[in-house]
């Protein structure tokens, strides 16, 4: 049994087996029509959603299952000052699987480490959202069918923006893509994403602020949302917010199959008149994405009945662990909100020291 925090927690067999399962419940939906006869599923969600938090909870009904939830941190212990261990540790008496949304970085795997049943991260502040990267996967195999040689476009808020980072971690396992990062330069990849994903593996990308740079090349365009909640800065949000307005003007010199991806909601990136353009794909992906959680809420079901009560391990014993005398200067990691949790850094075979939580880079390096 374990827990999905990022989309490197599935290996790209197991996508493919998810991608399969959720093919087999479009075909099949009957099938599955009692597959989590009994089961619970708790939503946990301390930040804002419609999509997400949703299409878990339609998935489990759709598999038989039911579905208890705390939507917002108002209507959860969260707002007494409950920490994120001790609401794992409670809801785990609950349910049979949690799915968390958390505004801080690696909320999920602090939940994970408390819980006694699995816990699916449905995002983390802007660090991971896998269930998301599932329902992108779905779409492009679906749209494009293949994940290999595609040209990738992620334009936006790519700091920020999870989903852009889980998706770049799925997508760089597969040969031949190429990436195209368009984003204002302060909204640039973070350098611990493009670094793992990227660099280190040698996958081509190219950085810009021009949209229009590499239209004609791009078979996947990845249109994101300009994070407003997670600006210090609402100067810097209101300077940034329409860097990229897509129109169908815009797309003159796309591709005849570019698929054009959102994880939405969108504000104001994508104008609607491109909503009846046969290349905007976004609300079919809001589809695959409660078939994918479909999948994957039973696969999970499947291994904790082996597997019972044991959460992903996770162990910070090894040598290439740092405790204690390194602080995490990220103030949107969870180990500087939550002061009991212990400071964890991992150190990377390029000898740099990442926080557990959030990835962020210890600084000063030791
Ligand atoms: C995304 C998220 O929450 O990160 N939305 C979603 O889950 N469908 C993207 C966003 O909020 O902009």
Known sequence: MKAVLDILDLSTDELEELIAKAEDIIAHPAKYAHAADGKKLAT???????????????????????VITTAGVDSSSASKGESVADTAKTVSNYVDIIAQRHPKEGSALVAAMHATVPVINAGDGGHCHPTQTLADLLTIKREKGRFDHLNVGLCGDLKFGRT??????????????RFFLISPPELKVPSYVKKAALKDRAIPYLQTEDMLEFMPELDILYMTRIQRERFADPGEYERLKDSYILTPAKLETAKKDLAILHPLPRVNEIS???????RACYFKQVLYGKYMRMALILKLLKEQETDKGVARKVDFSGPEYVRDSLRCKNGRCISNVEQELPQVFRRGADGVCRCVYCEAKADPEP
Do not use: C, K, Q, W
């Open 272 to 278: 609607v008149a491109v909503d009846d353009d046969p």
């Open 164 to 177: 852009v980072h889980s998706l770049i971690n799925a997508l760089a396992r597969y040969p031949g893509n």
């Open 44 to 66: 946990l969600f301390f930040e804002p959603s419609t999509r997400t938090r949703m299409s878990f909870e339609a998935a489990m009904y759709e598999l038989g299952g039911h």
